[in-house]
């Protein structure tokens, strides 16, 4: 084997990295920024405790799957990987969701004056009311 045909199959891509483009780079950017207005614009309208959480986290993950697709070049990456960050973000969506579910059950007794505390359930009542 001479010199000039062990270099002729070496390369210096190894296909570890993807270089994102700047336009992709800016469109990214940009509509970050926008959701970013958008959600200062969201909080000013008030369409109940419920459906403003739903716009907060529908932003929120709209904004991080954003990150993790272009900046962190997920997009570029094997599916598999792609496959496995879903599923964890549908995961926390069921977990967080169980839990929003079931707050309605222990609300009352979280919002109360010190001066009129609620009635508990269980235990001595109170002789102030």
Known sequence: MTAATTTEHHADD???????????????GGTLLVLTLVTVLAT???????????????????????????????????LFHSVIFVSAILAASLFVGFTLMDSSQYQPTNIWTPDRPPVTPIGPHSTNG
């Not at 993807?18 to 990214?28: D, E, R, S």
């Not at 403003?52 to 990456?77: E, S």
């Open 14 to 28: 190894h296909g570890l990295a993807h270089t994102a483009t700047i336009k992709t780079l800016l469109a990214t």
């Open 44 to 78: 000013k309208i008030d369409f109940g405790a419920n459906i403003n959480l739903a716009i907060a986290m529908v932003i929120a993950v709209t904004k991080a799957t954003l990150v993790i697709l272009f900046f962190m070049h997920l997009r570029y990456d094997k």
